[in-house]
């Protein structure tokens, strides 16, 4: 075989950067559009134009035991339609790059139950003491119910996870990403057609919908596919780690969201914290 067909186009690690670069562009994008939509209809659209790509990908392997593993399934796109719906509702609130910060806190917890070694405790100190430096003060005005939100949509964030690995072992390949996405645009499909009502009638904002969805969704996963058939799953970790950097990055390039030093100090404790535990979990 021709080792040339079997190389990545690029770096592997600089695909995982493009997909980290497209997730959190979508996302400001999808901020900037909550300001003419509802949270609800921005959402059902991301979604619903993602499934629609996702399943055409994936059609011909949308097979095998979905009904054994339905109830996964459905578990697994709720938990795709709350984490998104809270973290979508949550950026409507607060900065961009600290709504991530604060919804990490999911799946690091997550890394850090799984493992028992000491220095775990510094992870820990260092990620709590970042989000305590995003709670709300006299200098650092934060809408709690932003912060709220997104710590609901790390607590669906970590049973994203959880569910994702069930999935993913119960049906080949993105059939089950595919499906789920399907599922979750199905159940938002009412409160979306309600939210969005005579705004859906517009091209420009059906096609900025679109660009969310590819780039929040379709776009970064499918770069992830590929990067992880050449990574480590523990350099592919500590790589994702840099999400709340991307986020806070977006924020100020797209919507002009400017941090004080504080937030720029809580973003990076909360960042060091999840690349430490991303190297010695895996």
Request: proline share 5%; charged share 10%; net charge positive.
């Amino acid at each position: 075989m021709n080792k040339r067909n079997t190389d990545p186009l690029l770096p592997p690690t600089s695909i995982v950067l493009l997909s980290i670069g497209s997730t959190q562009l979508g996302s400001a994008i999808a901020k900037s559009l909550i300001k003419e939509l509802n949270p609800i209809a921005v959402l059902f659209l991301r979604l619903g134009f993602a499934a629609i790509v996702l399943l055409i990908l994936w059609r011909n392997q949308i097979k095998g035991n979905i009904r054994s593993n339905y109830r996964c399934l459905i578990l697994f796109s709720l938990s795709l339609a709350l984490m998104n719906l809270s973290f979508y509702a949550a950026i409507d609130r607060i900065p961009l790059g600290i709504a991530v910060t604060i919804e990490f806190v999911g799946p690091l917890s997550i890394a850090i139950a799984n493992s028992r070694q000491f220095l775990d405790l510094v992870w820990v100190l260092l990620a709590a003491v970042g989000i305590v430096l995003l709670a709300p003060t006299g200098g650092l005005l934060l809408d709690p119910i932003g912060i709220g939100l997104a710590l609901l949509a790390g607590t669906f964030w970590s049973a994203y996870i959880f569910l994702s690995a069930r999935v993913g072992k119960a049906l080949p390949g993105g059939a089950g990403l595919a499906l789920a996405m399907g599922l979750a645009a199905v159940v938002l499909l009412p409160g979306g057609v309600v939210a969005g009502g005579s705004a859906f009638l517009n091209p420009k904002l059906l096609l900025v919908g679109f660009g969310v969805a590819m780039l929040s969704s379709a776009i970064p996963y499918s770069l992830e596919m590929e990067a992880l058939r050449f990574l480590p799953t523990r350099v592919f970790s500590v790589l994702l780690s840099l999400e709340p950097v991307a986020a806070a990055l977006m924020g100020f390039l797209v919507l002009k969201e400017t941090l004080t030093l504080r937030a720029i100090v809580a973003i990076l404790l909360v960042t060091i914290a999840a690349v430490g535990v991303s190297k010695k979990s895996n």
